[in-house]
């Protein structure tokens, strides 16, 4: 479940890392802000629910079961310990961070409700204004416009601030907000999570103020309302305000020419990322080919180095337990009928692999010498099988190799 873990916050880590240095290299300063919007919301999808998937391809590959005896094959006892104890601690800290900020939006939820049910809300059509002299700034969240009704404030940027805000809640820029807010618990150790984010947040107001613009208002005065309207009091995370996220370089956008729309092309350059992103995290499929040319040339050697041997760990064979057990050569019988009558015959005993180390083959399970069953090895287990013959066996292993050498190696442990 850990590992499951890990690799999932990591392939979300990766996917927002490429949608980020995309649109922060090139879409940030341009105009198309809805465009740019439906961008940054594909991100956030893309890593939410792309980590879910796995490439896979298929790998013909020879098991160990498919070419020694069925009759031999044994089952391996498996062994678990518990967690290290670092797994546990980043466990632990992980969880304590996610509670932390699902507390901290809760606590502000509360809050807003607190606060609405203080000063009540005038229902409109597809919102509801809230009037309160305690907070500085105006802003909106979910579908609630919150306004400063104080006096120091003209009616003129009243009014601007008020169409601003509802941009925001008829856009339902919440949304974007919301999930991106999840994915900031969920990666709270991630800071590209939180600057991605930002961006949304930013993109969120260059639109506000583009719809506001649309109704006709004169630029300077906007842009005055604007400068003039400063944030006083922190506001609830998935909100938007008026006058936050750099003020100056929202002015600046104001008066940008339309960026050409063939700009919007440069996004294909996620697609070759994307595909090297999938082939990153692709697993193979490992399919038995019991019938081919490696089969033919590994089952000879592997079957000589057969030993029979107790059921035992994997982990804690040795081959101070397993090597040359009497079992090996033991006496079988069994009941034969001739002409109708039943008689036993003891069976010629099974010939077993030499005992001598120079009569034997050698095998190695990742660099160490074994001396047990080699079918008490399971076959998904296996990464690669080498068989070493003739010089290029006693090259290394001397007259003990002469035999040959079969060298298997597993797969890694995440």
Not at 26 to 47: H, Q
Not at 169 to 185: A, E, P, R, T, Y
Not at 220 to 244: C, I
Not at 372 to 395: F, H, R
Request: net charge positive.
């Amino acid at each position: 479940m850990m590992e499951q873990l890990a690799i999932y916050l990591l392939k979300s880590t990766v996917c927002i890392t490429g949608f980020l240095a995309v649109y922060w290299c090139f879409l940030k300063n341009e105009t198309f802000y809805r465009f740019n919007r439906y961008f940054l919301l594909t991100g956030l999808v893309t890593a939410a629910l792309l980590p879910f998937y796995t490439y896979t391809f298929k790998v013909n590959t020879v098991t160990v079961a498919a070419v020694l005896p069925a009759s031999n094959q044994t089952d391996v006892v498996e062994t678990t310990t518990g967690l290290p104890l670092i797994y546990v601690f980043l466990i632990v800290v992980y969880a304590l961070g996610i509670v932390f900020l699902g507390l901290r939006y809760f606590i502000g939820l509360n809050k807003l409700k607190s606060l609405i049910r203080k000063y009540g809300f005038t229902e409109m059509k597809g919102y509801r204004l809230v009037k309160t002299n305690d907070l500085k700034a105006s802003f909106s969240v979910f579908n609630y416009i919150l306004v400063n009704g104080s006096a120091e404030t003209s009616e003129i940027e009243k009014k601007l601030i008020f169409e601003h805000e509802l941009a925001h809640v008829k856009q339902f820029h919440w949304l974007d907000l919301l999930l991106s807010q999840l994915l900031c618990i969920f990666q709270w150790f991630n800071p590209l999570i939180w600057v991605y984010t930002y961006c949304i947040k930013q993109n969120h107001e260059f639109l506000a103020d583009t719809a506001v613009l649309a109704k006709g208002n004169p630029v300077g005065l906007y842009r005055a309302a604007l400068l003039n309207h400063s944030l006083g009091t922190p506001v609830f995370a998935l909100s938007s305000s008026f006058a936050h996220y750099d003020k100056l370089k929202r002015v600046k956008m104001m008066t940008k020419a339309a960026s050409a729309a063939t700009k919007k092309l440069i996004v294909l350059v996620l697609l070759p990322l994307l595909a090297v992103f999938l082939w990153a995290f692709a697993k193979p499929i490992f399919v038995a080919d019991p019938g081919g040319k490696a089969s033919e040339i590994i089952a000879p050697v592997l079957r000589a180095a057969e030993v029979t041997a107790p059921r035992l760990s994997k982990h804690d064979a040795g081959p101070e337990i397993l090597a040359n057990t009497a079992a090996a050569n033991r006496q079988k019988k069994r009941t034969a009928t001739v002409k109708g009558e039943a008689k036993e015959v003891n069976m010629k005993p099974k010939q077993s692999a030499p005992t001598a180390a120079a009569s034997a083959v050698l095998v190695y399970l990742d660099g160490q010498e074994i001396h047990y069953d080699i079918n008490q090895i399971k076959s998904e287990t296996i990464e690669s099988i080498d068989v070493l013959k003739g010089t290029s066996a006693t090259d290394v292993y001397g007259e003990r190799g002469k035999n040959g050498v079969v060298l298997i190696t597993s797969k890694k442990q995440l």
